[in-house]
T-cell receptor, first 113, second 115 residues
Framework: DVKVTQSSRYLVKRTGEKVFLECVQDMDHENMFWYRQDPGLGLRLIYFSYDVKMKEKGDIPEGYSVSREKKERFSLILESASTNQTSMYLC????????????FGDGTRLSIL | AQSVTQPDIHITVSEGASLELRCNYS??????LFWYVQSPGQGLQLLLKYFSGDTLVQGIKGFEAEFKRSQSSFNLRKPSVHWSDAAEYFC?????????????FGKGTLLTVNP
């Protein structure tokens, strides 16, 4: 089975802090994703990485950046956290070839105070 | 651009009753279609997927879904619901071709199961 691991289940940070969310997958998947999930808005794609050191903006990239230095790890960075970034963050990965689904981690619930 | 509509925000059924969750999509060609389930505090788990071929797709946990091109629908069904099926369910559509990595999700349907 695919395992996507997010480093923290719950995280509390302060406004203005630089925040790192980490995601690791163990299936050698080329593609990795970061979403945020908010009530009534569903899942929205923040950033996507199609391979190591490759990234592409999703639908809501403002206020975020990402890093993919190794194939198995995809980091989401909040450069200067704000209260409107309080949310559930979900990481996913998939094999790039063929018609492959995305596999999700358990999520990080981030609160910015 | 593709889009997904899940018309029911919240559905309540009794344990043992049948279930149908609705999903309508908008896409210019035949899409890839997925159903995911999310238990409280967890990530999304893939229930089933449709790419081509047989329009009735079997998934895990006794779920099935039927792709109906004429209705642009991909409804999820289960003949007899168990209390452990209480969760939020998301339908998603994926594009074919160059942007095939991207999934567009519906806003979800929350399922409550009464004993």
């Amino acid at each position: 089975d695919v395992k996507v691991t997010q480093s923290s289940r719950y995280l509390v940070k302060r406004t203005g802090e630089k925040v790192f969310l980490e995601c690791v997958q163990d299936m050698d998947h080329e593609n990795m994703f970061w979403y945020r999930q908010d009530p009534g808005l569903g899942l929205r794609l923040i950033y996507f990485s199609y391979d190591v050191k490759m990234k592409e903006k999703g639908d809501i990239p403002e206020g975020y950046s990402v890093s993919r230095e190794k194939k198995e790890r995809f980091s989401l960075i909040l450069e200067s956290a704000s209260t409107n970034q309080t949310s559930m963050y979900l990481c996913a990965s998939r094999r790039s070839h063929g018609h492959q689904p995305q596999h999700f981690g358990d999520g990080t619930r981030l609160s910015i105070l | 651009a593709q889009s997904v509509t899940q018309p029911d925000i919240h559905i309540t059924v009794s344990e043992g009753a049948s279930l149908e969750l609705r999903c309508n999509y908008s896409y210019g060609a035949t899409p890839y279609l997925f159903w995911y389930v999310q238990s409280p505090g967890q990530g999304l788990q893939l229930l089933l997927k449709y790419f081509s071929g047989d329009t009735l797709v079997q998934g895990i946990k006794g779920f099935e879904a039927e792709f109906k091109r004429s209705q642009s629908s991909f409804n999820l069904r289960k003949p007899s619901v168990h209390w452990s099926d209480a969760a939020e369910y998301f339908c998603a559509v994926g594009a074919r071709g160059g942007s095939n990595y991207k999934l567009t999700f519906g806003k979800g349907t929350l399922l409550t199961v009464n004993p």
